[in-house]
């Protein structure tokens, strides 16, 4: 008596909500940024107008963020440590890897 057993398939799926929350928290994390450019709520979703956007190809994400920084923080140096905490957090949180992670620096915040 022989028993079949057949590969059963199931896949997960991240919602860009979530991955847009994890980006979000981590991009707030990094000293010297002040906020996100924008808000991050269903008006801005139906606008399309986001501070966040997920672009999925395949199952790899690419991100872009407009950020914030404060006065005192360096651009440069602010953004290359967002992008790091983002593509770390996203990837280890949710699974899905992250070829790429775009930050644009929108604004200065004066304290």
Do not use: W, Y
């Not at 991955?19 to 707030?28: D, G, H, P, R, S």
């Not at 790429?100 to 915040?109: F, L």
């Amino acid at each position: 008596m022989e028993v079949n057993k057949e590969a059963v398939k199931s896949k997960l799926k991240i919602s860009d909500d979530v991955m847009k929350t994890v980006a979000k928290l981590a991009a707030l994390d990094v000293k010297g940024v002040a906020g996100l450019s924008g808000e991050l709520n269903k008006m801005s979703k139906l606008r399309g107008n986001s501070p966040i956007r997920i672009h999925m190809i395949g199952d790899v994400a690419a991100i872009d963020m407009d950020i914030k920084i404060k006065s005192s923080a360096k651009a440069f140096s602010v953004a290359q440590e967002v992008q790091t905490a983002v593509k770390e957090n996203v990837q280890n949180m949710t699974g899905v890897p992250v070829a790429r992670v775009n930050v644009t620096v929108c604004g200065v915040v004066f304290e």
